[in-house]
Protein backbone atom coordinates (compact mmCIF):
# COMPACT_ATOMS: atom_id res chain seq x y z
CA UNK A 1 0.00 0.00 0.00
CA UNK A 2 1.25 3.40 -0.83
CA UNK A 3 1.99 5.81 1.54
CA UNK A 4 0.13 9.09 1.78
CA UNK A 5 -0.34 11.76 3.79
CA UNK A 6 -2.95 14.78 3.59
CA UNK A 7 -3.16 17.65 5.80
CA UNK A 8 -3.99 21.19 6.00
CA UNK A 9 -5.02 24.69 7.33
CA UNK A 10 -8.17 26.56 7.35
CA UNK A 11 -7.10 30.22 5.67
CA UNK A 12 -8.65 32.78 8.11
CA UNK A 13 -5.59 34.27 8.85
CA UNK A 14 -1.64 34.30 8.53
CA UNK A 15 0.23 31.22 10.51
CA UNK A 16 1.60 31.34 13.19
CA UNK A 17 3.94 29.42 15.63
CA UNK A 18 1.83 27.23 17.03
CA UNK A 19 1.03 25.41 13.55
CA UNK A 20 4.32 25.48 12.70
CA UNK A 21 5.67 23.86 15.75
CA UNK A 22 2.64 21.93 15.79
CA UNK A 23 2.59 20.42 12.16
CA UNK A 24 4.47 22.76 9.82
CA UNK A 25 8.06 22.09 10.44
CA UNK A 26 6.97 18.31 10.75
CA UNK A 27 5.20 18.53 7.38
CA UNK A 28 8.59 19.60 6.18
CA UNK A 29 10.54 17.19 7.42
CA UNK A 30 8.08 14.50 6.22
CA UNK A 31 8.07 15.60 3.04
CA UNK A 32 12.21 15.35 2.49
CA UNK A 33 12.37 12.19 3.97
CA UNK A 34 11.60 10.34 1.28
CA UNK A 35 9.40 7.85 2.96
CA UNK A 36 5.74 8.86 1.70
CA UNK A 37 4.72 8.45 -2.00
CA UNK A 38 2.22 11.52 -2.28
CA UNK A 39 1.84 14.01 -0.18
CA UNK A 40 -1.59 16.57 -0.20
CA UNK A 41 -1.96 19.79 1.25
CA UNK A 42 -4.99 21.40 1.84
CA UNK A 43 -5.91 25.19 1.94
CA UNK A 44 -9.45 24.40 3.77
CA UNK A 45 -11.16 27.53 2.45
CA UNK A 46 -14.32 25.31 2.27
CA UNK A 47 -14.08 24.32 5.39
CA UNK A 48 -13.10 28.20 6.52
CA UNK A 49 -16.65 29.18 5.37
CA UNK A 50 -18.81 27.03 7.45
CA UNK A 51 -18.32 30.02 10.02
CA UNK A 52 -17.22 32.89 7.99
CA UNK A 53 -19.89 32.40 5.23
CA UNK A 54 -20.36 36.59 5.36
CA UNK A 55 -16.89 37.38 5.12
CA UNK A 56 -15.59 35.48 1.97
CA UNK A 57 -13.60 38.22 1.52
CA UNK A 58 -11.15 37.35 4.60
CA UNK A 59 -11.40 33.95 3.22
CA UNK A 60 -10.03 34.79 0.04
CA UNK A 61 -7.70 37.13 0.69
CA UNK A 62 -6.11 34.23 3.61
CA UNK A 63 -5.53 31.69 0.52
CA UNK A 64 -2.28 33.79 -0.35
CA UNK A 65 -1.18 34.22 3.34
CA UNK A 66 -1.41 30.84 3.96
CA UNK A 67 0.44 29.53 0.70
CA UNK A 68 3.10 31.83 1.36
CA UNK A 69 3.39 31.13 4.86
CA UNK A 70 3.37 26.79 3.42
CA UNK A 71 6.51 27.59 0.94
CA UNK A 72 8.48 29.84 3.37
CA UNK A 73 8.54 26.97 5.60
CA UNK A 74 9.75 24.74 2.80
CA UNK A 75 6.81 23.11 1.19
CA UNK A 76 8.05 22.49 -2.05
CA UNK A 77 5.78 22.02 -5.15
CA UNK A 78 8.00 19.53 -6.37
CA UNK A 79 7.45 16.96 -3.74
CA UNK A 80 3.89 17.99 -2.24
CA UNK A 81 0.60 18.74 -3.70
CA UNK A 82 -0.96 22.01 -2.31
CA UNK A 83 -4.24 22.66 -3.21
CA UNK A 84 -7.38 24.36 -2.63
CA UNK A 85 -10.24 22.76 -1.03
CA UNK A 86 -13.01 24.57 -2.98
CA UNK A 87 -11.39 23.66 -6.31
CA UNK A 88 -12.06 19.58 -5.76
CA UNK A 89 -16.13 18.93 -5.98
CA UNK A 90 -15.76 15.49 -5.20
CA UNK A 91 -15.22 16.48 -1.84
CA UNK A 92 -18.73 17.74 -1.70
CA UNK A 93 -20.39 14.59 -3.53
CA UNK A 94 -18.11 12.48 -0.70
CA UNK A 95 -19.60 14.23 1.89
CA UNK A 96 -23.25 14.03 1.09
CA UNK A 97 -22.87 10.17 1.16
CA UNK A 98 -21.04 10.42 4.40
CA UNK A 99 -23.59 12.23 5.82
CA UNK A 100 -26.00 9.08 5.99
CA UNK A 101 -23.32 6.84 8.22
CA UNK A 102 -22.92 9.52 10.83
CA UNK A 103 -25.73 10.03 13.43
CA UNK A 104 -26.58 13.95 14.76
CA UNK A 105 -25.97 12.13 18.17
CA UNK A 106 -22.07 11.15 17.35
CA UNK A 107 -21.47 14.61 15.52
CA UNK A 108 -22.67 16.27 19.21
CA UNK A 109 -20.04 13.99 20.89
CA UNK A 110 -17.30 14.91 19.06
CA UNK A 111 -14.97 16.74 21.88
CA UNK A 112 -13.51 18.95 19.05
CA UNK A 113 -16.53 20.42 17.82
CA UNK A 114 -18.07 20.73 21.25
CA UNK A 115 -14.87 23.01 21.96
CA UNK A 116 -15.23 24.53 18.65
CA UNK A 117 -18.47 25.99 18.86
CA UNK A 118 -18.25 27.24 22.42
CA UNK A 119 -15.29 29.11 21.36
CA UNK A 120 -18.07 30.81 18.17
CA UNK A 121 -20.98 31.21 20.64
CA UNK A 122 -23.11 28.74 18.07
CA UNK A 123 -24.97 26.73 20.78
CA UNK A 124 -28.33 28.03 20.16
CA UNK A 125 -27.63 28.38 16.45
CA UNK A 126 -25.50 26.54 15.12
CA UNK A 127 -24.53 26.30 10.79
CA UNK A 128 -25.48 22.58 10.06
CA UNK A 129 -22.13 23.00 7.56
CA UNK A 130 -19.93 23.90 10.83
CA UNK A 131 -21.41 21.42 12.63
CA UNK A 132 -20.79 18.55 9.83
CA UNK A 133 -17.54 19.50 9.60
CA UNK A 134 -15.91 16.43 10.54
CA UNK A 135 -17.70 14.78 7.88
CA UNK A 136 -16.47 17.22 5.44
CA UNK A 137 -12.74 15.98 7.22
CA UNK A 138 -13.74 12.68 6.22
CA UNK A 139 -13.82 13.24 2.91
CA UNK A 140 -10.71 15.13 2.72
CA UNK A 141 -9.03 12.45 4.11
CA UNK A 142 -10.51 9.73 2.50
CA UNK A 143 -10.42 11.49 -1.09
CA UNK A 144 -6.94 10.56 -1.39
CA UNK A 145 -6.52 7.38 0.08
CA UNK A 146 -3.97 9.05 3.07
CA UNK A 147 -2.39 6.73 5.29
CA UNK A 148 -0.82 9.39 7.80
CA UNK A 149 -2.58 12.60 8.56
CA UNK A 150 0.25 15.09 11.03
CA UNK A 151 -1.80 17.13 13.02
CA UNK A 152 -2.12 18.79 16.28
CA UNK A 153 -3.25 16.55 19.72
CA UNK A 154 -7.11 19.02 19.41
CA UNK A 155 -7.69 16.77 15.92
CA UNK A 156 -7.49 13.75 17.28
CA UNK A 157 -11.34 12.93 17.92
CA UNK A 158 -11.63 14.58 13.76
CA UNK A 159 -9.68 11.57 12.85
CA UNK A 160 -11.37 9.18 15.14
CA UNK A 161 -14.28 10.23 13.29
CA UNK A 162 -13.09 9.78 10.21
CA UNK A 163 -12.05 6.13 10.60
CA UNK A 164 -15.54 5.25 12.06
CA UNK A 165 -16.78 6.24 8.74
CA UNK A 166 -14.08 4.14 6.95
CA UNK A 167 -15.03 1.35 9.08
CA UNK A 168 -18.88 1.88 8.27
CA UNK A 169 -18.27 2.53 4.76
CA UNK A 170 -16.44 -0.69 4.17
CA UNK A 171 -18.61 -2.88 6.44
CA UNK A 172 -21.91 -1.79 4.25
CA UNK A 173 -20.23 -1.49 0.77
CA UNK A 174 -17.08 -3.49 0.85
CA UNK A 175 -13.45 -2.53 1.24
CA UNK A 176 -12.90 0.85 -0.75
CA UNK A 177 -11.39 3.29 1.97
CA UNK A 178 -8.35 3.68 3.10
CA UNK A 179 -8.02 3.86 6.98
CA UNK A 180 -6.08 7.02 7.71
CA UNK A 181 -3.29 6.83 11.17
CA UNK A 182 -2.51 10.35 13.20
CA UNK A 183 0.33 11.77 13.63
CA UNK A 184 1.14 13.97 16.58
CA UNK A 185 4.51 16.31 16.98
CA UNK A 186 7.31 14.31 18.69
CA UNK A 187 7.88 16.98 21.62
CA UNK A 188 5.09 17.08 24.04
CA UNK A 189 5.58 20.82 24.23
CA UNK A 190 4.48 21.22 20.37
CA UNK A 191 0.98 19.20 20.79
CA UNK A 192 -0.59 22.74 21.99
CA UNK A 193 1.44 25.69 22.64
CA UNK A 194 -0.16 28.12 24.66
CA UNK A 195 -0.93 31.75 23.34
CA UNK A 196 1.38 35.20 24.61
CA UNK A 197 -1.47 35.86 27.62
CA UNK A 198 -0.90 32.10 29.02
CA UNK A 199 -4.53 30.70 27.63
CA UNK A 200 -4.48 27.27 26.85
CA UNK A 201 -4.69 27.75 22.94
CA UNK A 202 -2.91 30.03 20.78
CA UNK A 203 -5.57 31.74 18.55
CA UNK A 204 -6.10 34.21 16.07
CA UNK A 205 -9.12 35.81 17.49
CA UNK A 206 -7.54 35.82 20.81
CA UNK A 207 -4.68 38.17 19.26
CA UNK A 208 -1.75 36.16 21.21
CA UNK A 209 -0.21 34.47 18.74
CA UNK A 210 3.24 35.41 17.07
CA UNK A 211 3.07 34.84 13.61
CA UNK A 212 5.53 33.83 11.67
CA UNK A 213 5.75 36.19 8.97
CA UNK A 214 6.14 39.18 12.23
CA UNK A 215 8.86 41.57 12.14
CA UNK A 216 11.68 41.52 14.59
CA UNK A 217 10.45 44.25 16.25
CA UNK A 218 7.09 42.56 16.66
CA UNK A 219 8.22 39.25 17.83
CA UNK A 220 10.76 41.02 20.90
CA UNK A 221 7.76 42.63 21.54
CA UNK A 222 5.28 40.05 21.69
CA UNK A 223 8.13 37.95 23.89
CA UNK A 224 8.78 40.50 26.52
CA UNK A 225 5.31 41.00 27.56
CA UNK A 226 4.68 37.57 27.70
CA UNK A 227 2.31 36.09 30.84
CA UNK A 228 5.00 34.29 33.11
CA UNK A 229 4.59 32.80 36.35
CA UNK A 230 2.31 35.40 38.76
CA UNK A 231 3.88 34.50 41.77
CA UNK A 232 7.21 35.04 40.79
CA UNK A 233 7.39 38.37 41.82
CA UNK A 234 11.22 39.14 42.50
CA UNK A 235 14.22 37.86 41.08
CA UNK A 236 15.22 36.23 43.93
CA UNK A 237 11.80 34.42 44.26
CA UNK A 238 11.27 30.73 43.23
CA UNK A 239 9.27 30.49 40.23
CA UNK A 240 7.33 27.62 38.33
CA UNK A 241 8.02 26.55 34.92
CA UNK A 242 4.93 24.88 34.65
CA UNK A 243 2.07 26.61 33.21
CA UNK A 244 4.64 29.39 32.51
CA UNK A 245 4.27 29.87 28.87
CA UNK A 246 8.27 31.16 28.03
CA UNK A 247 9.29 28.17 29.19
CA UNK A 248 7.26 25.99 27.28
CA UNK A 249 8.27 28.08 24.35
CA UNK A 250 11.56 26.92 25.13
CA UNK A 251 10.57 23.39 25.15
CA UNK A 252 9.44 23.59 21.89
CA UNK A 253 12.19 25.44 20.10
CA UNK A 254 15.37 25.65 22.14
CA UNK A 255 18.44 23.10 21.63
CA UNK A 256 21.64 22.95 23.10
CA UNK A 257 23.31 24.73 20.61
CA UNK A 258 21.31 28.12 21.67
CA UNK A 259 22.43 27.73 24.95
CA UNK A 260 26.09 27.43 23.48
CA UNK A 261 25.05 30.64 21.65
CA UNK A 262 23.48 33.12 23.38
CA UNK A 263 23.32 31.70 27.18
CA UNK A 264 26.69 29.81 28.01
CA UNK A 265 26.32 29.65 31.73
CA UNK A 266 23.98 27.00 31.05
CA UNK A 267 24.36 23.59 29.87
CA UNK A 268 20.48 23.07 28.41
CA UNK A 269 17.46 23.81 29.12
CA UNK A 270 16.93 21.74 32.10
CA UNK A 271 19.79 23.85 34.37
CA UNK A 272 18.08 26.69 33.40
CA UNK A 273 14.39 25.61 34.20
CA UNK A 274 16.29 24.37 37.83
CA UNK A 275 17.87 27.85 38.17
CA UNK A 276 14.18 29.54 38.09
CA UNK A 277 12.85 27.55 40.14
CA UNK A 278 14.95 27.97 43.25
CA UNK A 279 14.97 31.00 42.79
CA UNK A 280 17.33 34.30 41.62
CA UNK A 281 16.98 33.85 37.70
CA UNK A 282 14.85 37.12 36.77
CA UNK A 283 11.66 36.87 34.12
CA UNK A 284 13.69 39.41 31.55
CA UNK A 285 16.52 37.15 31.28
CA UNK A 286 14.63 33.99 30.01
CA UNK A 287 12.39 36.01 27.76
CA UNK A 288 15.74 37.68 25.99
CA UNK A 289 17.09 34.18 25.87
CA UNK A 290 13.83 33.17 23.73
CA UNK A 291 13.69 36.03 21.70
CA UNK A 292 16.88 35.18 20.42
CA UNK A 293 15.79 31.81 20.05
CA UNK A 294 12.58 32.36 18.10
CA UNK A 295 14.42 35.32 16.21
CA UNK A 296 16.82 32.69 14.61
CA UNK A 297 13.99 29.84 14.09
CA UNK A 298 11.95 32.64 11.99
CA UNK A 299 13.78 34.54 10.37
CA UNK A 300 14.93 32.38 7.35
CA UNK A 301 11.35 32.08 6.78
CA UNK A 302 10.02 35.58 7.29
CA UNK A 303 13.06 36.12 4.37
CA UNK A 304 12.01 33.17 1.95
CA UNK A 305 8.39 34.98 2.42
CA UNK A 306 9.08 37.90 1.37
CA UNK A 307 11.08 36.55 -1.63
CA UNK A 308 7.93 34.58 -2.15
CA UNK A 309 5.61 37.27 -1.89
CA UNK A 310 7.10 39.35 -5.08
CA UNK A 311 6.14 36.92 -7.53
CA UNK A 312 2.22 36.53 -6.39
CA UNK A 313 0.70 34.97 -9.81
CA UNK A 314 3.55 32.20 -9.86
CA UNK A 315 1.96 31.23 -6.01
CA UNK A 316 -1.52 30.82 -7.78
CA UNK A 317 -0.26 28.86 -10.69
CA UNK A 318 1.34 26.77 -8.33
CA UNK A 319 -2.12 26.43 -6.50
CA UNK A 320 -4.24 25.51 -10.09
CA UNK A 321 -1.71 23.07 -11.01
CA UNK A 322 -1.74 21.57 -7.45
CA UNK A 323 -6.00 21.88 -7.48
CA UNK A 324 -6.12 19.77 -11.00
CA UNK A 325 -3.69 16.93 -9.52
CA UNK A 326 -5.62 16.87 -6.06
CA UNK A 327 -9.37 16.62 -7.83
CA UNK A 328 -7.72 13.96 -10.48
CA UNK A 329 -7.20 11.87 -7.36
CA UNK A 330 -10.24 12.46 -5.98
CA UNK A 331 -12.37 11.74 -8.61
CA UNK A 332 -10.34 8.29 -8.72
CA UNK A 333 -11.62 7.64 -5.44
CA UNK A 334 -15.00 8.46 -6.07
CA UNK A 335 -15.86 6.75 -9.04
CA UNK A 336 -14.30 3.23 -6.65
CA UNK A 337 -16.87 4.23 -4.11
CA UNK A 338 -19.93 5.51 -6.52
CA UNK A 339 -19.35 1.34 -8.14
CA UNK A 340 -19.31 0.06 -3.99
CA UNK A 341 -22.27 1.89 -3.98
CA UNK A 342 -23.80 0.28 -7.07
CA UNK A 343 -24.79 3.92 -8.23
CA UNK A 344 -22.63 4.08 -11.16
CA UNK A 345 -25.34 3.29 -13.59
CA UNK A 346 -24.03 4.39 -17.03
CA UNK A 347 -20.44 2.20 -16.56
CA UNK A 348 -21.89 -0.98 -15.21
CA UNK A 349 -22.22 -2.68 -18.11
CA UNK A 350 -23.64 -5.91 -16.31
CA UNK A 351 -26.32 -3.46 -14.80
CA UNK A 352 -27.67 -2.44 -18.51
CA UNK A 353 -27.41 -5.65 -19.84
CA UNK A 354 -29.66 -7.70 -17.23
CA UNK A 355 -32.14 -4.87 -17.43
CA UNK A 356 -31.78 -5.49 -21.35
CA UNK A 357 -32.73 -9.04 -20.31
CA UNK A 358 -35.72 -8.38 -17.77
CA UNK A 359 -37.08 -6.28 -20.29
CA UNK A 360 -36.63 -8.59 -23.41
Known amino acids: ?31 NSGEYDEIYIMIADAQALTDNMENPEKVRQNIIEVALDYLACGLDPKKSVLFIQSQIPELCEMSFYYMNLVTVARLQRNPTVKTEIQMRNFEKSIPVGFFTYPISQAADITAFKATTVPVGEDQAPMIEQTREIVHRFNYVYGETLTEPNILLPDNSACLRLPGTDGKAKMSKSLGNCIYLSDSEEDIKKKIMSMYTDPTHLRVEDPGHVEGNPVFTYLDA ?108
Request: glycine content about 6%.
Open 253 to 360: FSTDQDFEKYLPEYSNLEELKAHYMRGGLGDVKVKKFLNNVLQDVLRPIRERRIDYSKDIPYIYKILEEGSKVARAKASQTLKEMKEAMKINYFSDEALIRSQVEKFS
Open 1 to 31: MAKIILTGDRPTGRLHVGHYVGSLKRRVELQ
